[in-house]
């Protein structure tokens, strides 16, 4: 079994900052970060790798956001800066068995949290 639970989502004005977390039990799988907003198709944000050694980042949020993980916790965490009233979504992480690298593609993701809503205005 796998299960994936997002947290940390809130209210933050723009250019603020929030981490979100992901707790992933069961299975040390790469995991991507996805966002949806109302009226939007989900879209990838991030991705790491089981290993924490290679991730990659949508051009929209790359320079602002950074991933990272500690296994030890089985807690993988997306810390965002510099917020954009665009950046407004909910946020899921997701889990791949694909084997090498990662994308934040959604098709290659097999598990999925509920959400977290992050809102970024003023």
């Known amino acids: 079994q796998l299960q994936l639970v997002e947290s940390g989502g809130g209210l933050v004005q723009p250019g603020g900052s929030l981490r979100l977390s992901c707790a992933a039990s069961g299975f040390t799988l790469s995991i991507g970060w996805f966002r949806q907003a109302p009226g939007k198709e989900r879209e990838g944000v991030s991705c790491?790798?089981?290993?924490?050694?290679?991730?990659d980042f949508a051009d929209s949020v790359k320079g602002r956001f950074t991933v990272s993980r500690d296994n030890a916790k089985n807690t993988i965490y997306l810390q965002m800066n510099n917020l954009k009233p665009e950046d407004t979504a909910v946020y899921y992480c997701a889990a791949t068995t694909r084997r090498f690298g990662c994308t934040p593609v959604l098709a290659w993701y097999d598990y999925w949290g509920q959400g977290t809503q992050v809102t970024v205005s003023s």
């Open positions: 790491i790798t089981s290993s924490g050694g290679s991730t």
